[in-house]
């Protein structure tokens, strides 16, 4: 459960944010998949009747780690790669703060 908690925190917050994606969508994909696969692909086996090795539940949770860096690689390389991004500081036109160039967002009201 531990595993679980540090992937929504891990997969939900940091590269999507920062690249303007929305966080939850991001982090549902990478902790969803993580538990399909983890832990629901141990249950079809099971119940498919194939025998369940010590070999098995580990290779499912690298399987579900590899889809987590999968999601995490897209939200970081490809989510926001059409935005345009200015070439110096730049001020919000929701709150009139003035942002650093290397913002994609908002700093101030995440817009």
Known sequence: MFEVVLLILAAGGAYARGRGGN???WGT???GGYVVIAYLGAVTMASLGRPGDPNSRL???VR???WVSFIAFCARFLLGRT???PSGMWSCANCKYLNQHYAVICEACQQ
């Open 23 to 25: 966080s939850v969508i």
């Open 29 to 31: 994909l990478g902790v």
């Open 59 to 61: 290779w499912l949770v």
């Open 64 to 66: 579900g780690a590899a």
């Open 83 to 85: 935005l345009e991004k």
